[in-house]
């Protein structure tokens, strides 16, 4: 699954959220720099929050949240949120 929303007026940037369910590889990018690359296999939290500045004259705070079930999440949804200065500008299913 891959989601990617703009962030900015004036300067503006292209974050992109890249996730594979099967390996668990996960990663963030803004602008093509890598802001995460990880891989989970196990996690005991329902929701995995990343949350980062984008921007040098222009700032804004990115929050992106993963939600997912407690049993089985590898084999259900799971709702992806992004957040720009604590408004919701994209969403997407996992």
Do not use: C
């Amino acid at each position: 699954m891959i989601m990617t929303f703009v962030v900015g007026q004036q300067e503006q940037h292209t974050v992109v959220f890249s996730i594979d369910k099967f390996w668990g590889r996960l990663t963030i990018t803004v602008d093509g720099q890598s802001v995460v690359d990880t891989v989970r296999l196990l996690s005991v939290n329902t929701v995995k929050t990343w949350e980062f500045e984008v921007g040098a004259n222009e700032r804004h705070t990115v929050r992106i949240d993963k939600h997912r079930a407690v049993l089985f999440a590898g084999f259900r949804p799971q709702p992806v949120y992004a957040y720009v200065d604590g408004v919701l500008v994209a969403q997407s299913v996992a």
